[in-house]
């Protein structure tokens, strides 16, 4: 969790200067270092593949049929769609995409948060 607190802080800074691809990419990685922490606690291991889709499969069976994990799961699934975008792709990200991205990790990690020993 310390990882996943270092990156939404780096997405705050970043999104106060107007720098919104770093912003979103921190915020991405915010949420990645979150998972894997809840992971670690519920089943004992992080997941170590590449793709996206099995990371949100894995992430979401932690608690199936709760409602607020499902909402998670959802935030989870939405930030890693704009994870190449941000990434990858020669268009920038505005600062809609870094609120947004923002919004989404740090109610992420707040729910995850929740979920860990104080």
Known sequence: MQKSEEFLDTAKDA???????????????????????????????????TRHEEAVELFSGIFPGDPEHGKNVSRFGTILSIKNKAEYLEELLGSKDAADALQAATRFLSYVKSKLPK
């Open 15 to 49: 999104h106060e200067k107007a720098r919104y691809n770093a912003n979103v990419l921190n915020s991405v990685h915010a949420i990645i270092s979150a998972a894997d922490a809840l992971l670690v606690f519920v089943k004992g291991f992080r997941y170590a593949g």
